[in-house]
């Protein structure tokens, strides 16, 4: 039950959102319908499809819900039924239209009325089917305030009056980058998360790789879509071998590449070709610049065999399209390995000084990694301590101080 309930639940809110215009509500409604399960089940023995059997179950609720509503007959006329209709009716074709309940679900929960953290709070909760306290975990959040992002955020979508449904042209390649990014950002903090005791969160890539791929399918035209689906391939298939048995990192340079998952990667592959075929009338986008960087990593079968000047090249044009500091940090990386150390550190000095490097760990953790490789290795253990203050992971803060003792 509790299966079927997680893998099933953005499908069932999504059917009774559908209906009844409010996210709120919709929740409630997918709610009775796993009591209602709960109830006849034992009984009557599991249906051949529980996931239909839930979703129909919250869409009649739904319908009975309007149908008790005073204004009942201009609900009825806002949705386009008839007293004697118990499921929603296809609505009109259009060629920009995509019609799935889900993905209108995904827009709605990523609207840019919401700030980014209520984003990703919705996000999780709707469409990952976690709840209040498993997102509080995953982030290292009191539970009262992440329920405090959720419940303010269904109230900004209904008091804005947000439709729920796909946005058309500008308004959808608006919406879209939003909805990208919590998809990205939710994976990258189960890849390496920012706090806790453990490196990765396995369960936070796995619901952000299964919207991507979500979104591959349903947005098959939209080229970034592909590119962020074959970076999170790529990067979810290094996931074996970025920590050891006790649940140490592993870098890069040190991992053991036969523990990549090579479905993982042939799937990242076919994701990027997609990817760079429908960008290939113009510039590609940022997720498919980083997915290019990625397979330049997953198609090295050793460390010493991968082509850091194609990656510190893909760098570039990233840096020059999204004009992000933590880019250029990443750029510096590729370019010590290209290049050598001294151009790279230069980079890392050029953007030292950024506000949004400030407390960001991995500034001095990669200037530090650059000036043992130049000998200066005083200076490099200085920087590997600094970084590790201001880590919130402890398995990252133990890695950092350990290569701060390594220098001597």
């Known amino acids: 039950m509790e299966t079927v309930f997680r893998l099933e639940y953005p499908r069932v809110v999504a059917a009774a959102a559908r209906v009844v215009r409010d996210v709120g509500i919709a929740e409630e409604l997918a709610q009775d319908a796993l009591v209602a399960a709960l109830e006849r089940w034992p009984r009557?023995?599991?249906?051949?499809?529980?996931?239909?059997?839930?979703?129909?179950?919250?869409?009649?609720?739904?319908?009975?819900?309007?149908?008790?509503?005073?204004?009942?007959?201009?609900?009825?006329?806002?949705?386009?039924?008839?007293?004697?209709?118990?499921?929603?009716?296809?609505?009109?074709?259009?060629?920009?239209?995509?019609?799935?309940?889900?993905?209108?679900?995904?827009?709605?929960?990523?609207?840019?009325?919401?700030?980014?953290?209520?984003?990703?709070?919705?996000?999780?909760?709707?469409?990952?089917?976690?709840?209040?306290?498993?997102?509080?975990?995953?982030?290292?959040?009191?539970?009262?305030?992440?329920?405090?992002?959720i419940v303010r955020a269904k109230r900004t979508l209904a008091a804005k009056n947000v439709a729920f449904e796909v946005p058309y042209g500008p308004d959808r390649e608006a919406r879209l980058g939003s909805v990208l990014d919590v998809i990205y950002l939710i994976f990258n903090e189960g890849y390496a998360a920012t706090a806790g005791a453990d490196l990765l969160r396995p369960a936070l890539c796995e619901d952000a790789l299964r919207l991507a791929r979500l979104l591959a399918g349903l947005m098959p035209k939209e080229p970034e879509v592909h590119g962020l689906a074959a970076l999170l391939e790529f990067q979810a298939s290094r996931t074996a071998a970025r920590t050891g048995p006790d649940g140490t990192p592993v870098l890069l340079e040190d991992q053991n590449r036969r523990r990549w998952d090579?479905?993982?990667?042939?799937?990242?592959?076919?994701?990027?070709?997609?990817?760079?075929?429908?960008?290939?009338?113009?510039?590609?986008?940022?997720?498919?610049?980083?997915?290019?960087?990625?397979?330049?990593?997953?198609?090295?079968?050793?460390?010493?065999?991968?082509?850091?000047?194609?990656?510190?090249?893909?760098?570039?044009?990233?840096?020059?399209?999204?004009?992000?500091?933590?880019?250029?940090?990443n750029r510096a990386v590729a370019v010590s390995m290209a290049e050598g150390p001294a151009p790279a550190l230069a980079i890392v000095d050029a953007v030292a000084a950024e506000?949004?490097?400030?407390?960001?760990?991995?500034?001095?953790?990669?200037?530090?990694?650059?000036?043992?490789?130049?000998?200066?290795?005083?200076?490099?253990?200085?920087?590997?301590?600094?970084?590790?203050?201001?880590?919130?992971?402890?398995?990252?803060?133990?890695?950092?101080?350990?290569?701060?003792?390594?220098?001597?």
Do not use: M
């Open 262 to 329: 090579r479905l993982l990667i042939t799937r990242g592959v076919t994701a990027l070709s997609r990817a760079e075929a429908g960008a290939a009338s113009g510039a590609p986008g940022p997720y498919v610049l980083q997915a290019a960087i990625a397979a330049c990593h997953a198609r090295a079968y050793t460390y010493e065999e991968t082509d850091w000047p194609a990656i510190a090249t893909l760098y570039a044009l990233l840096a020059a399209r999204t004009r992000s500091p933590v880019v250029e940090l």
């Open 44 to 149: 009557d023995g599991v249906p051949d499809n529980p996931g239909a059997w839930l979703t129909a179950t919250a869409r009649h609720r739904a319908v009975d819900l309007v149908r008790r509503r005073e204004n009942y007959a201009r609900k009825l006329r806002e949705i386009g039924r008839d007293q004697s209709v118990t499921a929603p009716p296809a609505e009109p074709s259009d060629p920009e239209d995509i019609d799935d309940d889900l993905l209108r679900l995904v827009f709605t929960a990523c609207h840019p009325v919401l700030p980014p953290e209520a984003r990703t709070a919705l996000t999780l909760r709707l469409l990952g089917g976690l709840t209040t306290s498993e997102i509080a975990r995953a982030f290292l959040t009191p539970e009262p305030t992440v329920a405090q992002r």
């Open 355 to 408: 506000p949004a490097l400030r407390d960001y760990h991995l500034l001095p953790g990669v200037r530090a990694d650059l000036l043992l490789r130049l000998g200066r290795t005083a200076e490099a253990r200085e920087e590997f301590a600094r970084a590790a203050t201001l880590t919130r992971n402890e398995r990252e803060r133990e890695l950092l101080l350990r290569r701060a003792r390594e220098c001597g």
